[in-house]
């Protein structure tokens, strides 16, 4: 069997594990980085939503090649159809874009090569490769062909269905109440407002919501999550996007280009995404907003932080949990209070009624938002409605 040697195999080619490689390769590792996929960014599984805040913090630049729809602002929209818009003037770089994930994956990957990376397509992990007890590496099925990669560290950066975690022993099983079950269309032939992503709440998508993210002036991601344990059929999801569209003037005409269907965990931090030798890093290590479903920006400052300390790893020789912790206490301190306070609100807002969402989205309107984030949104809330937050407005 053809052996591939490396310091670290980092499993998965999306934001997480490509970020991932990039920080580790430019900082002296060998890093070998694998895809099972044929292409990197396709297909796509994601409304491709970001912000710009983040982007200059994790080194990426920005090419107008991987932008699909530079927006205006946000709005959101109740169950009876009380519109709040959010603009730039009160958002920021928040407001961001919606990208082309096929090109801005791609970008991502490059980085990474550019940085001394190795990539290989169409190679899927099928195992971890145990030597004295610890993990030594993965075994693989490259182009047809096994092979074996040792290594010093395996990263899975694979995912929502993560199975790296798995095989480690990393705990980072689900409850049905932490998983949003997404139906999604590229439609066409629509008439909406193309400068803004919009956010529907309320039975439209029972413990999520339905979003419209612009690509072109008569294109968008329409596409919606439902909390699975209000599914009642295996097509419900479907069946609340087909039943929006066609109750929505402006979507009922147009037609689909392309439709994707997947799961987003929305739950509460892990509380550990490391062993030794086993690092864990976006989708894979539980890290996406609760309330949002993005992962987008969470996987890649995960991927800065988790490269960084594969490369004092590699420095000291020592890929064991005492510097693996600086990989945890880094991320924990970035990302951890945001996803608990999120997931808090989540498991909140997953109980309302149309009529008391309705009255928040009314409530945010008259107070208004400064600038935009979930912690805003729920200091106004905290402000009217403080029975809603009271059990984590210690977060806020």
Known sequence: MRQIKCDVVVVGAGPAGSMTAKWAAKNGVDVVLIEKRQEIGSP????????????????????????????????FVSPTGFTYFIDEKNAGNEVGWVVDRVF?????AKDAAKAGAKILLKTAATGLIWKDGKVAGVKAVSNGEEIEILADAVVGADGYESQIGRWAGIDTSLKPNDILTCYQYRLTNIKYDSDYCEFVLGSAAPGGYVWVFPKTDDTANVGLGVLTTLIKNPGDPKMYLDKFIAETPGLKDGQPLECVAGAVSVCAPLDSVCIDHVILVG?????IDPITGGGI???CIAGMFAGKALAKAKETGDYTMNTFQEYEANWRDRLENKLW????????????????????????SEVGVKKLSVRNLLAVVKEKHPDLVKEFEDLI
Do not use: H, Y
């Open 283 to 287: 989708d894979a290590a539980r890290q």
């Open 341 to 364: 306070r999120n997931w808090m609100a989540k498991e909140k807002l997953v109980t309302l009624d149309d009529a008391t969402l309705d009255s928040l989205v009314k409530t945010i």
């Open 104 to 108: 801005f994956d791609k970008a991502l």
């Open 297 to 299: 920006s969470n996987s």
């Open 44 to 75: 796509v599984r994601c409304g491709e939503g970001i912000s710009k805040a983040w982007l200059d913090e994790v080194g990426i630049e920005v090419d107008p090649k991987w932008i699909a729809r530079d927006v205006r602002g946000a709005k």
